[in-house]
């Protein structure tokens, strides 16, 4: 009698089962070939890197949420990947240093973390995105939430949505109109992150409360955005919001939320999230940064579509199969299969044509309906 | 300054740049398609797993060489994934426990070891097989074998051989006609493996000899090994043998090394190694096996295609790119990527199509040369 839990997997990880499987694997070839066709190459860095040199380009964030071990054979310390942005800024630093820029890379691939979130528990994520490397511009910015965009309606999202966050928003008005102490920007920050008024004007927030309203459906949001801004200190961000917006508009449900914080801490003027009908939480962000390590200008998105994956995996089709009995024609049956068949072929007299899931059986060089 | 060592990479861990990752793309697709056309449906497992589940069902093989590191959530040692097999073997006698049989499955993912070797100093692999679930028969050998064929032509893999083996030889041959001593056969296998005379005859297997030569190209080996067999005890391993011959000939080069064993540890009455022409070393292996800690038969086979990568990426194409001015026709640009141009888009006055790569312009609605 063997121990039935030694089977069971660690929690937050698990098995994609054919339908399931079937789901990802289409979602993610979809994506690529989006990013593909608008001029991205794929690069595929490895699973493990040096722990150090991982954590450098990620500026502390999430370093304590990798799985590290020492290699015994370089006695140094090995992470494996949480995140392939930072491998692939990497590789634009490194491998891609001397390629003209602005340079376009895509990739997908698995990243694991020690702790999932209650709200997303698993601790394996299949991550697929794409970098503009070199630009952070406004032009940078609206091709990469179209990019974004079109990846998901690629993969079959329906109702997209895209929330805009202006992610040092606070240090723009800080360092201008509306002036805090060092030490006051990091909790006004957290307050309007919350959308906590009480907490907002307790931190010595109390001039940046207008920002708490300033949410909600684009054109609106902006619009009250702007009025809020009496020096014009948030006019180019203004304006660069409204021309991607511009941009995408009629394709994805817009919505701004200047002053979002929490997961945007390492972009720099512009950042965005993605949601779809249908499918629980959110399936990625993006926005623009700095390549940590490098100082380069970069705009990207990276796509988590497990969520996507189990909204649509019960309806995945896997293809018709057709039933090959024993001493059939192989020709045929090669015929077939690069029509579109996925054939099951007999290996002994007690296979069974409906038990294997056939629909149709090859019958005198054709399919016939079982 | 900064240390420029820290942007190194492990040992034996490596980038794939464009053209690398395009190639290693386009070949694990070819492959994956193949084999859903005959009926194997994917599955994913995860990356990391407990590496006592991992341990039993891999008989003690390999599980030295895997990475290994303490969960902090379970607090039981995890591992990275070194091989898929073992984790579609689980797969099959757990979550897919109840689907009828023979359960045709595949997958394709990287996998990572601690220790390379010296013919193949790579500690990560990208992993592709195919694993034909409750049968280990003549058929079921045959089926995998041509599978693997396809698969690796589909990839692009010119001159394919097949070197098949069979791995219990010594066992069936010391249980019946030509007996051994227990401790002897672990000797007699080692010695036969690297057919070395001298040591066959030190170990007590004089009578082994004649197999050192029943080796060479398929027809005539087999002949060899059929005149050995005074007691028709291979009888039907020969017969076997031949009918997955006639299955693939005319496909790839058929060699025989009945006495081959090493890698085979954990195969039953069949094996094969696959090379192709232009390739360094070998590009898999499969044969009959038992899962692991279940017990069921199956026949299998695992790709490892770094090599053919490497033989044919120089020459990779990444497709004809073309080049958008700023203010272009974005339904224009829209329709020629649907007909599978990848467009370059201009982000400022100063993107130069030449200098990004472009071979041709979008000009009055078409792709122009430039």
């Not at 809020?228 to 006019?235: F, I, N, P, R, Y």
């Not at 649509?312 to 192989?330: N, T």
């Amino acid at each position: 009698m063997t121990d039935p839990t030694q089977d069971l997997l660690p929690e937050g990880l698990e098995d994609r089962l054919p339908q399931s499987a079937a789901a990802a694997t289409r979602i993610e070839r979809a994506m690529l070939r989006v990013m593909g066709a608008h001029g991205y190459d794929r690069v595929r860095p490895p699973l493990v890197e040096f722990e150090q040199s991982m954590a450098r380009r990620m500026n502390g964030l999430m370093t304590r949420n990798m799985f590290r071990f020492v290699d015994p054979r370089s006695l140094r310390t090995l992470a494996l990947r949480a995140d392939m942005t930072v491998q692939v800024g990497r590789i634009a630093a490194t491998g891609l240093a001397e390629a003209p820029r602005p340079l376009r890379l895509c990739y997908a691939g698995q990243v694991a973390r020690i702790t999932g979130t209650t709200l997303e528990p698993r601790r394996e994520n299949l991550q697929i995105g794409a970098e503009l490397i070199g630009r952070d511009t406004v032009a940078a910015a609206a091709e990469v939430v179209e990019l974004a965009i079109a990846a998901l309606e690629a993969a079959g999202a329906k109702g997209i949505s895209v929330d805009f966050t202006l992610p040092d928003l606070v240090d723009t008005l800080a360092d201008g109109p509306l002036p805090l102490y060092p030490e006051a920007r990091v909790r006004v920050r957290r307050e309007l992150d919350t959308k906590d008024a009480g907490g907002l004007i307790e931190a010595g927030g109390e001039a940046y409360l207008p920002l708490i309203h300033a949410t909600g459906a684009f054109p609106e949001a902006a619009e009250k955005l702007a009025a809020l801004d009496s020096t014009g200190v948030l006019g180019t961000r203004i304006d660069g919001l409204r021309q991607i917006a511009r941009r995408v508009e009629g394709r994805a449900r817009l919505t701004l939320d200047p002053s979002e914080r929490h997961g945007f801490e390492y972009q720099s003027w512009f950042g965005f999230t993605l949601y779809a009908e249908g499918v629980r939480g959110e399936l990625g962000r993006g926005g623009t940064y700095c390549i940590g390590g490098s100082d380069e200008p970069a705009t990207g998105f990276s796509l988590y579509p497990e969520e996507l994956v189990e909204a649509v995996k019960a309806d995945e089709k896997l293809g018709a199969r057709l039933f090959l009995p024993m001493d059939h024609d192989r020709d045929a049956a090669q015929k077939l299969r690069e029509d579109g068949w996925r054939t099951v072929a007999a290996l002994d007299a007690g296979d069974d044509a409906a038990t294997l899931g056939c629909s149709h059986i090859l019958e005198d060089g054709a399919a016939r309906p079982l």
